[in-house]
């Protein structure tokens, strides 16, 4: 009796073991039932997803992944929309109203990205340098990174940065020298911008942010139409 027990306790817990492995091959916490999060959301404010174009009406979108102009060449998102946990996108509304007063905006290119879209961009991208391995996830899935650049607000074009968005060059690197004075000028003033409220920039694209404190958010997997 008491070895049947033990058998029965023993398959139980393979069981929810082989169900855990079965919802993420590498073992990891993945945020995928909507009720779950709102639920969570209720308690935990900060980690509500908001839309950033209603918090910050002013922002320009440029939503690349919902058009085929990526480097995926493919339509990945239904939506033109961005999404960012509460406190990134209160610190996105000051550096908004900072660049405001110097004559620029902000335009984004993504924000928070649903789990699946990384495991996507990773089976396909010829460079894994450049995108997130699905075995860690990214920043973007835990609604904690933005990839953006700005704008001059009197011709509503982008001021000119290194590359173009999601260049796998090395002059997308932050840190890359060999440019002319004025656009290395306008990428350390968006870079300086960004670290001085909150946003850190990644070591090989000038474009893509964290935000300070990405660790206390949990990887999500809720697609922008159910937002
Ligand atoms: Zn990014």
């Known amino acids: 009796m008491k070895n049947l027990i033990l058998l029965l306790l023993l398959s139980v817990s393979i069981s929810s073991c082989a169900q855990k492995n079965a919802q993420n091959p590498y073992g990891l916490t993945i945020i995928n039932d909507y009720k779950a999060y709102k639920a969570d959301y209720k308690t935990h404010p900060n980690n509500e997803l908001i839309e950033i174009k209603k918090a910050i009406p002013s922002i320009v979108l440029d939503i690349r992944y919902a058009t ?9 998102y239904k939506q033109a929309r961005a999404f960012a946990r509460k406190p990134v996108v209160e610190h996105l509304k000051k550096i908004q109203a900072i660049l405001n007063r110097q004559g620029y905006g902000l335009k984004i290119f993504d924000a928070y990205r ?63 020298e060999n440019l002319p004075a004025a656009i290395i000028k306008n990428r350390d003033f968006l870079i300086a911008t960004m670290q001085a409220n909150g946003f850190k920039v990644i070591y090989n694209e000038w474009w893509h942010f964290d935000f300070d404190g990405w660790q206390d958010y949990d990887l999500m997997d809720i697609p922008f139409e159910k937002l």
């Open 68 to 76: 085929k102009n990526n480097f995926m060449q493919q339509v990945m």
């Open 114 to 176: 649903p789990y699946a879209i990384t495991v996507a961009f990773y089976q396909k991208a010829s460079d894994k340098n450049f995108v997130a391995n699905p075995a860690k996830g990214s920043k973007h899935n835990r609604g904690c990174a933005v990839d953006l650049t700005i704008i001059d607000l009197k011709t509503g074009k982008d001021v000119p940065m290194p590359t173009p968005y999601d260049s796998f060059a090395p002059e997308a690197a932050p840190h890359f």
